[in-house]
Each structure stands twice: as C-alpha cells, then as structure tokens.
C-alpha cells in the first residue's frame, strides 16, 4: 500500500510537471509572436529612413521622407499587431475560410465566390490614380516585409492563432486592400434582406398592415405599391427562417445589424472658442480585437490622425491640422433582388429584355479542411450575380423556375473609391474632400466635414439611377426582364445630398433620413435612424455655443427618447391604478414596475433596473402584437420598432388593430396588451436576474461582448481572449449600444461605436479619440484591452499630432532602413 502510495505521488507531481511545462511551452510558442517595438530593422522597398514610434497607448506615429514610405510603414505596423485580424478580412472577401474552418464557413465562402468580389477587386486596381497605385504598393510592401521578418526570425509564425490554424500566409497583394473596402461595404449594405423581408411579410398580411410593421421613416410618403403576391405570382407562402445562425465571421449581419454611426459638426458661430468642432463614432460589430486601429502619419500634404482599418492604407475617421471627417452609414438603396426567369427549355439561359440570354458562367472550387471540395457554378445576368435559393431567405420570395440576382453598387469593376478615399485624407479644405468625393462608389457614406472655416455634410456613393415607372421603386424583388425595373446607370455626384454652411451653424446625422425627394430621386425609402435624430437635435439646440466637452458629452449621452415616448404610451391607462397587492404576487411587481418607471426620465443607465424593464416590456408588446399575424416570421422580427409601436397606440391610419388578438373571440385593447406584456416582461426578468425586479441592473443584461470570432467559442482560450464589460446606452441612445434581440441573452450588447473621436479646431491638439479596445490583436499583449476601460468608461486618449509628445511618452521607436544592395 505504501508503495502504491508513492507511486500515486509521483505520478501526480508528474501529471503536474507535465501540466506546467504544456502552459510554458504554449505560452512560449505563443509568446514569440509579440513584436519588438523598439530597434532597427533592415527592409526592401523604402527609400530612406522611417520611424516608427509609439506612445503609451500604442498609437504609432511614422515619420518618412516620403509618402510611399509612410505608407510602407503603416503596412508594417498593422501587420505587426493585427496579422491575424488582416488574414482573416482577406481570406471572408476571398471566399478562401473553410480552408480553415471547415464545413462551419462553407455557407460564408459560397455567397463570397458568387458576388466575386477578389476578381473585381484585382479589375478595379488598374482604373485608380497612379498615386493610388504606388501608396497601395508601398502599403502591401510593408506589410510583406512584417512577414519576411516573421518567416526569418522564427517570431511564432506572426500570430498565437496560425499555431491552431497553420496555414500558409501569402503576401499582401494591392488588390487584397482594395476588397476589404469591399467588404466593408457588404457590412453596411442591409437593403437585400429588409426587401427579402417585406416581401415575405407582404406575402402574409397583404399591403393593408404592411405600413404599419415595417413603416417608412417619418417625411413625405410614398405613392401605394402593389402586393408582392401580385407583383410576382405564384410565389408559395412560406415564412420559416431559412438562413443559418449568425457567425462572428460572417460579413453579411441582419439589418437591425447593419453599420450605423453618428457625426455632428459646429462652424465657428455655434462654438465657443470661435473655430471648428466636429463629433464622430462609427458603429460596427463587437469583436476583440476592435476593427479599428488608430494611427498619426506624417504625408507631404500635413500630418493626419485617426481611426484606421487594418489591411487599408486610410485614415477614415480623423483630422489634420487644419481639417476633419468623420463618416456615417448613408443607407443609400444601392442594392436590389431581381427575379429572373429560366428557360423552360434550357436551365442555362435567362430571360432578357428581348428574348433568351445566356448566363456568364465559370466554375470556381473551394477547398473544404477535412472535407471534400465544393465546386461552385457561378452565374451572372446583366443584373448581377445569382444567389441561390438558401441564401437570405431568398427561395421564401422566388416563384418555381426563377431564380434571383443581386444588383448592388458595390459589384463594380470599375471602383475608385479607394484613390477618392485617398484624396480625402489628403485634402486641406471642404472644398477639396467635396471635389475628392467624386470617384467614390461603395460603401455609400456620409461624410461630416469641418475646416478651420466651414462645415459640411456630403452623401458619398454611387446612386442607382431607376426608372420612374420601375414596378416597386426598388423596394421590392422584380422581375429583370422588363426594362424599366434595371438600372439605368447612376445618378452624377452632384445630385448627392449636399449639406454646406447650415444657416443654423450646426450640421450632423445619426443615421437619420437626410433628404426628402421623390422617387426615383429619393435616395432610399429605409433609412437607419428616426429616433437618435430626436435627443441629438435637442441637446445641440439646448446651447447657444458648443465646445469640445459639450460635443463629448453628446456622444456618450445615455438618455433614450424612445424610452419616454414608449413607456409614456405603454403606461398610459396603467400608471397608479388597481388596487394594492400583496407582495410576491405579479400585480405587485407590476405596480412596483410602473412606480419605477413613472419616475424615470429615460437614461439608459448601467445601474438602473428601468432601462432594463421598459426593454423588456417594448420586447414583449411588440411580440404580442404581431405573433398571431405573422407566425413563425414574427422570428425576423428581433428588435421593437419604436414607429409601429407608436402608430399602434395612436391608431394611426387605424393601425390600433394591431392589439386584437385575431384568434380569440374577445376584442383585446393596447391597455389589454400593455398590461400582459409588462407581466410577461416581469416573468422573464425574474427568471433571468432574480425576484427583485427594482434591485436589478441594466449592465448585467447589456453586456458589450467583444468576442474574438474564431476562439470565442472554445472553452477556456474565451476567457483569454474574449471581453466582457456592463455598459450604459442602448438600441436609440446617441451612445448606442444596439443589442442582439435573439437567444438568450437578448440585451447583450453586440453593435457599437468601436471608435470615437472629438475634433477641436480651436486647439487641434487638444482633440480626443478612443477604441473599443487596445491597439494589438495579440491576447498575451498588454495592448490587447488597455484602452477598452476607458471607452467602457467614456474616456479618451490625447489626438494629438505633436511629435515631441509622441516621443516624450514613447513605449518603443522602430526605425526602418534601406536594406543595402
């Protein structure tokens, strides 16, 4: 016994070496992938000397003889700190994931093949300028010569993450930047699927209740359409979801999902120090690492500083010394779903204009890991591409021998936006980013502008030119054969929205609808935005002057008017009436409830329990109005849309019908729904976050979840690698915090403002950014999170362009040289 004794200690104290030494061995792996900031690297493609220095946030500032240096060196940066976060952008566009991840992204990599995007890319490098040409060179140069280091210097093949994922990295090629602005602009694009989804939803309730559920923003209304089911006959009725669950590394997101932002900008009249301010934080997906990478380089035309993308050589959120720009999702209706007609007689041919059309076909392959190869036939009508029938619940809307195709601005071959995009770093004035503005195509923005002088606002972005007789005015799938449903090139630059010296001295957007116009000048029906416009008009008219702490105090404001307008309408025959319950019983947590809430001034604050019950109670009243109409589509519907809503409580055009339940015999009231509602609210948070429904707290349920989108999911790295913070905001704050509306967390926080910057023109340098999260993508660096309490928090980090302080506070200075011949 003694002897087995021994035995077991020893092999424990072995099972415990051999424990310890696997972590150090892993950490050791993993850890030789951290870059060395500081010292001298010799390097091919530069033509003198270019430093690199980095403060103590890890922003680096580069310093170069030339701009292709610079460039070169911005390259370099991003590649050391995001090597990963940049393959993984190059390999989605591509098409190229599942030689990775298998049979989990095979969906992913097939709508990627069939919209083409690599090829159109590689097309589109030959029509961009030639300064266009040698900084997107010089870009991909830099971040070549990161690799070669990596492959010579054994440095832990570049990032912890190609140890559990090895595959060969192939060099940055010119054309891989250009594709990620492509993708960028599938993130922003969510026209597809809302008209996928009105389409569905008109096949179930008709055009009669269709204004109601999904209503136009508030302005001018648009002339009656025809259902879809008459518009395209013989579609079946089917409502269930056919797409497959969300993916963190899916580019295409749901619409309630899509990219939205905020911008505002002051002239010297409205601000207290008598120059420029100008506001602005992009909103995008979660993920940890953040998207964004901030970055100062000094270019021939100034010094910029900003919010960057790793895999692009452009500073798009930023400033100069003189000038800056921030951008906002324009949600400009660039993209349309056509349903086209095959030949009964030969499945390779489509319906045109004047008879039977030939597709453009070619066949491309994916590689599948431990899985067989997929073979793909692409097909191309003059429309665009052809989706297949599982993709975007597509087959729900397409009638038996159609199939659909995707027109979309963004499938051009001819895209400048990248050398458009360019010049608006480079330029000094409004009027320069306006003329630069021009050869920009995808993806469509508004761009907030401010000089030392002027303010403005300009809608960048190719516009579909329609017919005025095109059958559902691009809000509903149509038939692409008749001519006057195809596009008819796009309208010039100068019918975009354009928005210069406001006579009000303020201008700004939130997503909101900017321009009113009749068809097919209109710009889009579906905009981003009817709420945030709301609390940002107020507190930009509640000061007759501005300063740059009053522009950030905006951007963190937390107060939601749609939380005042709803509760006040949810609550209307409810407040202080009925009699007194006992404790424990669902009439009391009601009346505790509605006590809560009738003292509420609306702010979305972490701390509070009444952010998170009038939430849940929009949640559950939107449910019970529309579950016994829509069915299983109801699922599509995720978020409460606060404009129904509202229309239903003021039976605006009779939509107060809504609250009859149509399966039963009684006559249901909104007071009836109300009331139900809140209790089923109440339930859910009571078996979510306790009994005590005034001790709960908004943050515990609207957690930001910055997760890493291929090691979020695996048990144990997750806790390394992902972040979790309680944030204040929500779905219709200015510092918004849009949550997922599914599962079981519905509140989470998963769609933010992954960047903020504040731009003071009167002191340049005394102007503020932040990101969501640090400057490397690496887990084991200290600059993986160190900034994300702060932007948690609503803290910045100094924006200045002054070298000596870049210096003074330097955590590394790496100096590249010519390598010799």
Not at 18 to 40: K, N
Not at 227 to 245: C, D, G, H, K
Not at 283 to 303: F, K, M, N
Not at 445 to 473: C, E, F, V, Y
Request: net charge negative; charged share 20%.
């Amino acid at each position: 016994m003694a002897r087995l004794f021994r035995w077991m200690i020893r092999l424990t104290y072995a099972v415990v070496f051999l424990g310890v030494g696997t972590i150090a061995l892993i950490y050791y792996f993993a850890s030789r992938s951290l870059p060395d900031y500081d010292g001298t690297r010799n390097v091919t493609g530069i033509s003198a000397p270019v430093e690199i220095v980095r403060n103590n946030a890890n922003v680096p500032h580069i310093f170069g003889e030339t701009d292709e240096d610079v460039f070169f060196a911005l390259g370099y940066a991003h590649a050391q700190d995001r090597l990963w976060q940049m393959t993984m952008l190059r390999r989605t566009a591509q098409g190229r994931l599942s030689e990775l991840f298998g049979e989990r992204t095979l969906g992913i990599d097939e709508v990627m093949r069939r919209y083409d995007f690599y090829t159109l890319a590689v097309a589109s490098f030959a029509v961009q300028d030639e300064t266009t040409k040698a900084t997107l060179r010089a870009y991909a140069s830099g971040v070549n010569a990161w690799l070669d280091e990596v492959n010579a210097g054994a440095r832990g093949r570049g990032a912890p993450e190609m140890w559990l994922f090895n595959h060969p990295v192939a060099p940055w090629q010119p054309a891989d930047s250009l594709v990620i602005l492509k993708l960028m602009a599938m993130q922003f694009s969510s026209h597809l699927e809302s008209e996928v989804l009105r389409a569905r939803t008109s096949l179930v309730i008709g055009n009669e209740r269709l204004a109601d559920i999904l209503p136009d923003d508030p302005g001018q209304g648009v002339a009656a359409l025809p259902e879809y089911a008459q518009l395209v006959p013989n579609v079946p009725t089917y409502t269930a979801s056919i797409r497959p669950a969300d993916d963190l590394l899916a580019p295409f997101k749901r619409p309630e999902l899509a990219g939205a932002s905020n911008a505002w900008a002051a002239d010297a009249s409205r601000s207290a120090s008598g120059a420029t301010l100008l506001a602005n934080d992009p909103h995008l997906g979660l993920t940890a690492p953040s998207i964004w990478y901030l970055a100062r380089l000094e270019l021939a035309s100034g010094g910029v500083i900003g919010g960057t993308i790793p895999g692009m050589p452009l500073v798009l959120s930023g400033r100069g010394d003189s000038i800056g720009w921030g951008l906002t999702s324009a949600y400009v209706d660039d993209q349309d779903i056509y349903i086209e007609e095959l030949n009964p007689d030969n499945p390779n041919e489509y319906r045109g204009v004047n008879g039977w059309v030939p597709f453009e076909t070619r066949d491309s392959i994916i590689t599948v890991k431990d899985g067989p190869a997929v073979t793909l036939r692409l097909r191309w009508t003059v429309n665009g591409p052809v989706m297949p029938a599982d993709q975007f619940n597509l087959g729900t809307i397409t009638p038996p021998g159609h199939v659909t195709s995707i027109a979309w601005s963004a499938l051009s071959d001819q895209d400048t936006s990248m050398s458009a995009a360019l010049a608006i770093m480079r330029a000094r004035t409004v009027n320069e980013v306006l003329r630069a503005g021009e050869g920009y195509i995808a993806p469509a923005q508004n761009l907030t502008i401010a000089d030392r002088n002027r303010i403005a606002l300009k809608t960048l972005g190719a516009l579909p030119a329609r017919d005025p007789a095109h059958q559902s005015q691009g809000r509903l799938p149509s038939f692409g054969y008749l001519a006057q449903n195809r596009w008819q090139g796009r309208f010039p630059y100068s019918d975009n929205p354009e928005f210069t010296n406001p006579e009000g001295g303020i201008i700004g957007n939130t997503n909101n609808k900017t321009i009113d116009r009749p068809f097919p000048m209109h710009v889009s029906h579906r905009w981003g935005d009817t709420q945030r416009i709301n609390r940002w008009r107020r507190l930009m008219q509640a000061r007759e002057v501005h300063t740059r702490d009053s522009f950030i105090e905006a951007q963190l404001d937390t107060v939601s008017f749609t939380a005042r307008t709803l509760s006040t309408l949810m609550g209307a025959d409810l407040w202080f009436t009925g009699d007194a319950a006992p404790e424990g019983t669902p009439e009391r947590q009601r009346q505790i409830a509605l006590d809560l809430l009738s003292a509420w001034n609306g702010e979305m604050n972490e701390h509070l329990p009444e952010p998170l019950i009038y939430a849940a109670w929009a949640r559950a009243f939107q449910q019970r109005l529309i579950r016994d109409e829509l069915g299983p589509l109801t699922a599509e519907f995720t978020h409460p849309d606060p404009v129904f809503i509202e229309r239903v409580f003021r039976n605006i055009d009779g939509a107060g019908i809504w609250c009859d339940v149509i399966q039963s015999a009684l006559v249901e009231t909104c007071t009836d729904i109300a009331r139900q509602s809140l209790d089923d609210a109440l339930l859910w948070i009571q078996e979510n976050h306790g009994d005590a429904v005034e001790a709960v707290r908004w943050g515990d349920a609207h957690v930001a979840t910055h997760d890493h989108p291929v090691l979020g999911n695996t048990p144990i790295l997750n806790w390394i690698v992902n972040i979790r913070q309680s944030t204040s905001g929500g779905d219709n704050t200015l510092q918004r915090g849009k949550t997922s509306g599914t599962g079981d967390a519905p509140f989470q926080n998963v769609h933010a403002a992954g960047y903020r910057g504040v731009y003071d023109f009167a002191d340049p340098d005394s102007s503020v950014f932040i990101t969501s999260t640090g400057q490397s993508g690496h887990p084991l660096s200290r600059y993986y999170d160190d900034l994300g309490e702060l932007w948690r928090r609503g803290e910045y980090i100094p924006m200045s362009l002054d070298p000596d302080l870049a210096r003074a506070a330097a955590v590394g200075v790496t100096v590249l040289v010519p390598a010799g011949p």
